[in-house]
């Protein structure tokens, strides 16, 4: 049995009941359990009276049973009422053990609020024009030189054909076809950041008009999540935490102030184009996610291929190709096809 009670806009708190008997039951199975392996003088290994021990563990074994049965009345909860959770559920109220009634206790879920999409035309960037200077093309030349070893020492035509040669730049003979390439691939490397800037502030400026705000409770869990992914990967390298930190010059506050704004700017991309999706009617067709598949099986051929065939997994596919589609109509409705 349970309540809800909406707090707000993305809290919602869930009075539950667990009954006394279902309660009592698990408790004696769990008291049974701890109790089996017990050793007290003058009794054998196994055959101490439950009686004689309870006293002592009777609060660690009533909070135990309620960790264990908690949860699959939250979950129960959750389903029924079709709650998508965005951070783990928050106990705001624990039960009383020692009564003979049944328990109950609070807990508050944190869910999404509802956003409205903005006007997308108010969406400005302005644009810039791309130029390549003379000392940019001179300070990449001079790059490439230190960072190469050649036969000839000397800038010149002899140095472009052998340089132009080991980076493998076709139909390079002298010099100035050199700084004339080297010119061209300035120009696509700076158009290429600059669009990765439009793109950026079109979503930045998208996600204000929206008025996306997101619970705080989720971007603290979100962060927290990629604190421990830090972690686990700093374990498999062999590396200790406080070392990396202190070679890096960095201070664990730097790193979770980071870890936060991180969460925070990638939930509130997320929800945007989730709304975006939503508005645009925008849908992942089937033979778009078997390609997707086709994409991952190849990058990572190594994979357990029992994991393309998981529902769950199939289902975070479908949400990371609706969102990338997402992504593409949003920049090509405000930025232009070209983008």
Known sequence: MYTREDVNENTIVLTMTIPREAFDKSYKAILKDQTKDSKVKGFRKGKVPSELLEPSMKPMLQFKTFEKLAPMYINTAIQKEKIELIAPPKYSKLPKFDTKDDLEFKVEVTIMPEFKLGNMKKVKIEKKEVSIEKKDVDQAIQEIKTNNKTKVKKIGDSWAKEIAKKLKLKDITNLEELKKEIKNILTKQKEQMLRHTYQENALKQAINLSDIKIPQPAIEFEAKEREKAFE????????????????????????????????????????????????????????????????????????????????????????????????????????????
Do not use: C, H
């Open 232 to 339: 686990q990967e700093m374990q498999q390298r062999g590396i200790k935490v406080n070392d990396f930190v202190k070679q890096s010059n960095l201070k664990m506050e730097q790193m979770r102030e980071a870890w936060l704004k991180d969460a925070k700017d990638a939930l509130e991309s997320d929800a945007f184009l989730t709304l975006y999706a939503n508005k645009r009617n925008i849908k992942v067709e089937k033979e778009e996610i078997d390609k997707k598949i086709e994409i991952i099986k190849k990058s990572r051929p190594n994979v357990d291929q029992s994991i393309f065939s998981n529902d769950q997994w199939l289902e975070y596919i479908k949400k990371v190709e609706r969102k990338e589609k997402a992504f593409k109509e949003f920049i090509k409705e405000t930025l232009g096809k070209e983008f």
